[in-house]
């Protein structure tokens, strides 16, 4: 299918807040000179229609651009870039329940054999033509709200059914098994995620996993590129950056609020994070004319 048909639907429907009508669909425009984005990404589906994107995970970069799509398995924090503007993208989250229905629903051999093995949270492939003509059905339905209720559901379905018979799809998979070692990874990144500001024992993460520590250990850095500490230091400084935006002066106060017991240090970390010490940079941001949505699509 040609890709005119998807540009152009993403391009008319594109919002300033990456919102659809659709639920859990998003698009987003971005032009190539935007500011870096230090976001979590999510556990979706990302695909570019026009344009290139750069996405870096720990010590991981993956380069996407048009025709390829993108599986967040876990909700990570990553840094993106448009590479090649401007950059047109549609993202779908994906639905752990959903996934798990359609697993029910196979026949015998409808879905390749696990092979149990821990995927990295993020993958990049070549998207088949047939995945690119669900989205656009998708997507048509943006012009056709009398459809949506009915229609919606059943085209989720098939595009989250060719990504799992896909290149991709021991990952997606792994998304529907309540016992997959993804499956306990990610509850274990969500803990920290919503718990960044206290301390905590990776033995303790473990246990609650059903893993013993090195085995914890590889998973979790397989998942998400970097170890438990190294995550939630991520997390602290982007909710640290956030927080820094509409605080530029509570320094002190902000570090301690996301979990630092030296100021010090933590400017330090913000700074190598960041390039520069976080009273500098929140100036830098709010003295940005535009303020630009964060999205890895």
Known sequence: MSLDEFRDLLGRHARADLSTAIDGVRICRADRDAEPEYVMSGVMLAVIAQGAKRLALGHRVYDYGV????????????VGRVAQGPELGFGMTLEPSVIAELMLQAGPGDLPLSTRTTRPGITVSEAPAELIDAIV???????????????????????????????QGEAVRQLGLADSSLTHITRAVGWIRDNYAETFRVDDLAQSSGMSVSAFYRNFQSV?????????????????RLLLANRPHDVTGVASRVGYDSPSQFSREYKRQFGMPPRADAARMRGLADQVTASVV
């Open 224 to 240: 998400t590129a970097m170890s438990p500490i190294r995550f939630q230091k991520q997390i602290r400084l982007q909710a640290a």
């Open 137 to 167: 059905r998708l997507l048509r339905l943006l012009d056709r709200p009398r459809d949506r209720r009915v229609l919606v559901p059943l085209i989720k379905r098939e595009i989250l059914w060719l990504l799992m018979t896909g290149e």
């Open 67 to 78: 025709g390829q799509y993108l599986v967040a398995s876990a909700d990570l924090p990553v």
